[in-house]
């Protein structure tokens, strides 16, 4: 490797700024960077202001705290999936939840409100903030839930480190609910989505006033319109005659996809890798839950990673997003290679969303959200020992184990009762 | 006699409801298969009652455990199987299922799992809505499931008889139909009842409702019983005073053969006692409160928990189990002291107010007390495919908190106790001569994210194998997908 202090040199990370700065290395580590390097045994990762600075043997700098790392692994800081982290605190109580806007009325008689942004309502002080990122889930994307409307709104990639300002330059995403739940909101018929999607779009292109009837407001014209000049749009489809359908209307409209769900997409693995569309998947899904995923199957990420479609993981569910590991370890048992699984809940994710020259692997250049584990980093009987967001130390406590030291000293001392 | 059959037997004795009713209307029709003996070898054993065996042979035959121990000597007829590197477990029992209730897909046709149209409904059973083509029942298999409970769903408070079946495939669930199982009752504390019925402007819409519904359901079961023992009382009377007479004449028989007006008068005076009308709901609770009816419990919360063990109290039955306890953590001694089983997700929480103090340690605390009841259960057609990884992380997050459970007694979690919640304890949930060989053979340490079933065995009989997908049951279902996934 380079000699680190070229590399702060060339980062312009030498002088007063590197002695403020809060080092540490992490040292000795097997280190999984989610990069095309793959792992690396007893590498040393070196933190300055924030940044990872080195990757390699022996790295040091003046003043650098030293982390004994020997014996664990260490990866970069972990991608929740799509949640509403920060957007409810308790899925069931409503008053707690600011994912979803519900218009009350058929999407044809609806304004559609593509300008809404979840992101304005993220609470970075929510209870479930720590509960995650004790886990290691430092990242998450807000997703807009899917209320009455087709077009959901928008959101975007935060981190989780507390700050209120927490989106990730760039991430910003366009959230449409498509296939049989889209229709029970069109009329009836999935058909209809496609016919009012195209209906705003042309709105959205248009020029000058909208007659009666219109779907959409000025801003909501704008809104839609930036995403037609190449913005990422995120679909929310499982049958695979609905991906393609999604995948070519998005191509003829310049919007660039994602696929979301995708239960079935193994079927059409082929075109999606050819159309460089990717799919966020939850690997676990193998039942026909409706007839939308008839062909649902446990080796869904396996055929569409050996298809070469790009995939990452998310179950969706807000509370449990640290549980991203386990689903990534049960694609591992059922044919996806380990690096590709670790690459789902890390540097893919971070790619699909436009943050991957920051987040998403254990490279110089990289925010040091990092996370050392006890073993394997997706085996279910691993902990996360330690946690960085941008550098900075996560207190590894949460609301859970708060409540867990209050009784787990009563039933030692045969008090719970 | 064999055991089964035993315990049928005894079984459908205790059931003998307060008149003459058949025990069990639905019998199960399930048989044990013949099969040829079973030699595993040189696995990893974990037996279910405690120990852990390292290369050791399990042979089978009968559709039971024979033996275990090293070297074995194979029957003449025995299949072998070499286990060596292999773990070998109980099958899994997971006590809280709605498959085939709520069966995938999940359309309005097959929603069946809660008749949410009375707070109270001890009338309805499971099993009456259990669509054994399901095709949740393979996955589960997939994931080692060889026993299950399947329960209505919580929107009552009471919501009606469960039924245990074997994950075998049949047409029909009296197939499935663990024969001698007792049944058990469905209640449910908490957020659901009062949801569902405040929502319709209904009681009970608070929790003081809820408990109220409780105690007034049992009450009127226990009316409901005494007018049985008052009517048990009369025909005994009735029966005896008629014998009495039967002999008097029978003495007389010789002499007064002739007075046929007198015997006719006699008779009237006998008139039989009128049975109550039965009343299935009523008659169901009257069952719990005589212990042949086992009440498993939905309730989140260690506060209500409480009040129910207060109730059951008062009314006199027992409750086996807590389901969803997510908060059992916070009265571990208790439920151990009261014998009272706890079931519980690793980690779910949040979901709603109710499952908000949810720890990732709940298994693992409430396994500490001695005499206790720790049980890993789903709730979920997803979750009961990986019961073994919920233990895992259980055990993981005890570990760090120095509760360390190792994985001879964590099994105990999917077998042995929820076996012993089920009262099935005797014939299933351990490897031990004489029990009914449900068998797992895992290919690695069950407790890792990488471990898969390679064989299931239920009674004996090989009905799951990874390496041939054609032993694994397919559900009617999902018949023609592949026909209608190959364009021509």
Same mark, same amino acid.
């Given at each position: 490797?380079?000699?680190?202090?070229?590399?702060?040199?060339?980062?312009?990370?030498?002088?007063?700024?590197?002695?403020?700065? +809060?080092?540490?290395?992490?040292?000795?580590?097997?280190?999984?960077?989610?990069?095309?390097?793959?792992?690396?045994?007893?590498?040393?990762?070196?933190?300055?202001?924030?940044?990872?600075? !080195?990757?390699? !043997?022996?790295?040091?700098?003046?003043?650098?705290?030293? $982390?004994?790392?020997?014996?664990?692994?260490?990866?970069?800081?972990?991608?929740?999936?799509?949640?509403?982290?920060?957007? +409810?605190?308790?899925? !069931?109580?409503?008053?707690?939840?600011?994912?979803?806007?519900?218009?009350?009325?058929? %999407?044809?008689?609806?304004?559609?409100?593509?300008?809404?942004? *979840?992101?304005?309502?993220?609470?970075?002080?929510?209870?479930?903030?720590?509960?995650?990122?004790?886990?290691?889930?430092?990242?998450?994307?807000?997703?807009?839930?899917?209320?009455?409307?087709?077009?959901?709104?928008?959101?975007?990639?935060?981190?989780?480190?507390?700050?209120?300002? #927490? #989106?990730?330059?760039?991430?910003?995403?366009?959230?449409?609910?498509?296939?049989?739940?889209?229709?029970?909101?069109?009329?009836?018929?999935?058909? #209809?989505?496609?016919?009012?999607?195209?209906?705003?779009?042309?709105? %959205?292109?248009?020029?000058?006033?909208?007659?009666?009837?219109?779907?959409?407001?000025?801003?909501?014209?704008?809104?839609?319109?930036?995403?037609?000049?190449?913005?990422?749009?995120?679909?929310?489809?499982?049958?695979?005659?609905?991906?393609?359908?999604?995948?070519?209307?998005?191509?003829?409209?310049?919007?660039?996809?994602?696929?979301?769900?995708?239960?079935?997409?193994?079927?059409?693995?082929?075109?999606?890798?050819?159309?460089?569309?990717?799919?966020?998947?939850?690997?676990?899904?193998?039942?026909?839950?409706?007839?939308?995923?008839?062909?649902?199957?446990?080796?869904?990420?396996?055929?569409?990673?050996?298809?070469?479609?790009?995939?990452?993981?998310?179950?969706?569910?807000?509370?449990?997003?640290?549980?991203?590991?386990?689903?990534?370890?049960?694609?591992?048992?059922?044919?996806?290679?380990?690096?590709?699984?670790?690459?789902? $809940?890390?540097?893919?994710?971070?790619?699909?969303?436009?943050?991957?020259?920051?987040?998403?692997? $254990?490279?110089?250049?990289?925010?040091?959200?990092?996370?050392?584990?006890?073993?394997?980093?997706?085996?279910?009987?691993?902990?996360?020992? =330690?946690?960085?967001?941008?550098?900075?130390?996560?207190?590894?406590?949460?609301?859970?184990?708060?409540?867990?030291?209050?009784?787990?000293?009563? *039933?030692?001392?045969?008090?719970?009762? | 006699?064999?055991?089964?059959?035993?315990?049928?037997? @005894?079984?459908?004795?205790?059931?003998?409801?307060?008149?003459?009713?058949?025990?069990?209307?639905?019998?199960?029709?399930?048989?044990?298969? *013949?099969?040829?003996?079973?030699?595993?070898?040189?696995?990893?054993?974990?037996?279910?009652?405690?120990?852990?065996?390292?290369? %050791?042979?399990?042979?089978?035959?009968?559709?039971?455990?024979?033996?275990?121990?090293?070297?074995?000597?194979?029957?003449?007829?025995?299949?072998?199987?070499?286990?060596?590197?292999?773990?070998?477990?109980?099958?899994?029992?997971?006590?809280?299922?709605?498959?085939?209730?709520?069966?995938?897909?999940?359309?309005?046709?097959?929603?069946?799992?809660?008749?949410?149209?009375?707070?109270?409904?001890?009338?309805?059973?499971?099993?009456?809505?259990?669509?054994?083509?399901?095709?949740?029942?393979?996955?589960?298999?997939?994931?080692?499931?060889?026993?299950?409970?399947?329960?209505?769903?919580?929107?009552?408070?009471?919501?009606?008889?469960?039924?245990?079946?074997?994950?075998?495939?049949?047409?029909?669930?009296?197939?499935?139909?663990?024969?001698?199982?007792?049944?058990?009752?469905?209640?449910?504390?908490?957020?659901?009842?009062?949801?569902?019925?405040?929502?319709?402007?209904?009681?009970?819409?608070?929790?003081?409702?809820?408990?109220?519904?409780?105690?007034?359901?049992?009450?009127?079961?226990?009316?409901?019983?005494?007018?049985?023992?008052?009517?048990?009382?009369?025909?005994?009377?009735?029966?005896?005073?008629?014998?009495?007479?039967?002999?008097?004449?029978?003495?007389?028989?010789? &002499?007064? =053969?002739?007075?046929?007006?007198?015997?006719?008068?006699?008779?009237?005076?006998?008139?039989?006692?009128?049975?109550? =009308?039965?009343?299935?709901?009523?008659?169901?609770?009257?069952?719990?409160?005589?212990?042949?009816?086992?009440?498993?419990?939905?309730?989140?919360?260690?506060?209500?928990?409480? &009040?129910?063990?207060?109730?059951?109290?008062?009314?006199?039955?027992?409750?086996?189990?807590?389901?969803?306890?997510?908060?059992?953590?916070?009265?571990?001694?208790?439920?151990?002291?009261?014998?009272?089983?706890?079931?519980?997700?690793?980690?779910?929480?949040?979901?709603?107010?109710?499952?908000?103090?949810?720890?990732?340690?709940?298994?693992?605390?409430?396994?500490?007390?001695?005499?206790?009841?720790?049980?890993?259960?789903?709730?979920?057609?997803?979750?009961?495919?990986?019961?073994?990884?919920?233990?895992?992380?259980?055990?993981?997050?005890?570990?760090?908190?120095?509760?360390?459970?190792?994985?001879?007694?964590?099994?105990?979690?999917?077998?042995?106790?929820?076996?012993?919640?089920?009262?099935?304890?005797?014939?299933?949930?351990?490897?031990?001569?004489?029990?009914?060989?449900?068998?797992?053979?895992?290919?690695?340490?069950?407790?890792?994210?990488?471990?898969?079933?390679?064989?299931?065995?239920?009674?004996?009989? @090989?009905?799951?194998?990874?390496?041939?997908?054609?032993?694994?049951?397919?559900?009617?279902?999902?018949?023609?997908?592949?026909?209608?996934?190959?364009?021509?």
């Amino acid at each position: 490797m380079k000699p680190v202090h070229l590399v702060m040199l060339a980062l312009g990370l030498v002088g007063a700024q590197c002695a403020t700065a +809060e080092g540490f290395v992490i040292r000795g580590a097997t280190v999984h960077t989610a990069s095309a390097k793959g792992t690396l045994k007893n590498t040393d990762v070196l933190v300055l202001g924030g940044v990872i600075v !080195a990757v390699g !043997a022996d790295a040091s700098a003046p003043n650098a705290t030293v $982390i004994d790392a020997r014996g664990k692994e260490l990866t970069p800081g972990l991608f929740g999936g799509l949640t509403d982290i920060g957007l +409810e605190e308790i899925a !069931a109580e409503s008053e707690t939840v600011d994912s979803t806007l519900n218009q009350k009325s058929p %999407a044809w008689e609806q304004q559609w409100r593509p300008e809404l942004d *979840v992101t304005a309502a993220f609470n970075p002080r929510s209870i479930i903030v720590p509960v995650e990122r004790v886990e290691g889930v430092t990242w998450t994307v807000l997703a807009p839930n899917a209320g009455d409307s087709i077009i959901e709104g928008q959101g975007s990639a935060v981190t989780l480190d507390g700050r209120y300002d #927490a #989106a990730l330059p760039g991430s910003r995403s366009l959230f449409v609910q498509m296939g049989a739940a889209g229709a029970r909101e069109s009329g009836g018929t999935r058909a #209809a989505e496609y016919m009012l999607l195209e209906q705003a779009i042309h709105e %959205a292109h248009a020029q000058g006033p909208i007659g009666q009837g219109a779907l959409l407001h000025a801003a909501g014209r704008d809104a839609l319109y930036r995403y037609l000049m190449g913005g990422r749009v995120v679909f929310q489809v499982d049958r695979a005659s609905d991906i393609r359908e999604v995948a070519a209307f998005a191509e003829r409209n310049g919007i660039k996809p994602v696929i979301l769900g995708g239960d079935e997409a193994w079927l059409v693995a082929r075109e999606l890798a050819k159309a460089n569309v990717p799919v966020i998947l939850n690997p676990l899904n193998d039942l026909p839950l409706d007839f939308d995923r008839l062909a649902a199957s446990l080796e869904n990420a396996a055929r569409l990673q050996r298809a070469g479609v790009r995939i990452a993981f998310s179950s969706g569910d807000t509370a449990q997003a640290r549980l991203v590991r386990q689903l990534a370890g049960n694609a591992v048992a059922h044919g996806l290679p380990w690096e590709a699984a670790l690459a789902a $809940i890390t540097s893919t994710p971070a790619d699909i969303f436009g943050v991957g020259a920051t987040h998403g692997r $254990i490279a110089v250049g990289q925010a040091a959200d990092l996370v050392l584990w006890n073993g394997d980093p997706l085996e279910v009987s691993t902990l996360a020992d =330690k946690v960085w967001i941008a550098g900075r130390p996560v207190e590894m406590k949460s609301r859970q184990t708060e409540l867990r030291d209050r009784y787990v000293e009563k *039933v030692k001392a045969h008090q719970a009762r | 006699m064999n055991a089964t059959s035993r315990v049928a037997l @005894l079984f459908s004795t205790a059931l003998m409801v307060s008149g003459a009713f058949a025990a069990d209307p639905f019998p199960s029709t399930y048989q044990v298969p *013949v099969n040829p003996p079973v030699l595993i070898q040189g696995a990893t054993v974990l037996t279910g009652s405690g120990e852990r065996l390292d290369g %050791a042979d399990i042979l089978i035959a009968n559709g039971r455990i024979q033996s275990i121990g090293k070297g074995l000597a194979p029957p003449a007829d025995a299949t072998i199987i070499d286990a060596h590197g292999k773990w070998v477990t109980p099958g899994i029992i997971d006590i809280h299922s709605h498959l085939g209730v709520y069966a995938s897909p999940a359309v309005k046709g097959l929603d069946d799992g809660n008749e949410a149209t009375s707070p109270v409904t001890s009338n309805v059973w499971a099993e009456h809505s259990v669509w054994p083509q399901d095709p949740g029942f393979e996955t589960a298999l997939e994931g080692g499931v060889t026993t299950m409970e399947i329960l209505p769903g919580s929107a009552n408070l009471i919501g009606g008889r469960s039924v245990i079946v074997k994950n075998v495939q049949a047409v029909t669930y009296q197939g499935m139909k663990f024969p001698g199982a007792a049944y058990g009752l469905k209640m449910a504390c908490g957020e659901n009842p009062k949801r569902v019925y405040g929502g319709k402007n209904q009681a009970p819409s608070t929790r003081m409702g809820n408990v109220a519904g409780y105690r007034q359901a049992f009450a009127d079961a226990q009316d409901y019983q005494q007018q049985w023992d008052k009517y048990n009382r009369e025909l005994a009377t009735y029966n005896k005073k008629k014998a009495e007479q039967a002999e008097k004449s029978e003495q007389t028989d010789g &002499t007064a =053969k002739k007075s046929k007006d007198k015997d006719a008068a006699a008779d009237k005076e006998l008139t039989p006692p009128s049975p109550p =009308k039965r009343d299935l709901k009523l008659e169901t609770l009257a069952e719990v409160m005589k212990g042949n009816i086992r009440v498993q419990m939905h309730c989140y919360r260690s506060d209500e928990m409480a &009040t129910m063990l207060d109730v059951a109290a008062e009314f006199g039955f027992k409750i086996t189990a807590f389901h969803h306890a997510v908060e059992a953590y916070k009265i571990a001694d208790r439920l151990a002291e009261k014998n009272v089983c706890a079931a519980m997700w690793a980690d779910w929480w949040g979901f709603k107010m109710e499952a908000y103090d949810g720890v990732q340690e709940n298994l693992a605390i409430v396994d500490y007390p001695e005499h206790s009841c720790a049980i890993v259960h789903s709730d979920s057609a997803d979750g009961i495919q990986r019961l073994n990884q919920e233990a895992a992380k259980a055990m993981a997050h005890g570990q760090r908190v120095g509760l360390t459970v190792p994985p001879e007694r964590a099994i105990r979690w999917l077998t042995y106790n929820p076996a012993k919640s089920l009262g099935l304890e005797d014939r299933i949930g351990t490897l031990e001569p004489g029990k009914g060989a449900d068998v797992v053979i895992w290919n690695g340490n069950p407790f890792s994210v990488y471990a898969l079933a390679e064989q299931v065995f239920i009674d004996g009989a @090989l009905t799951f194998d990874r390496a041939h997908p054609k032993i694994t049951p397919r559900s009617d279902f999902l018949l023609g997908r592949h026909i209608a996934e190959s364009p021509l």
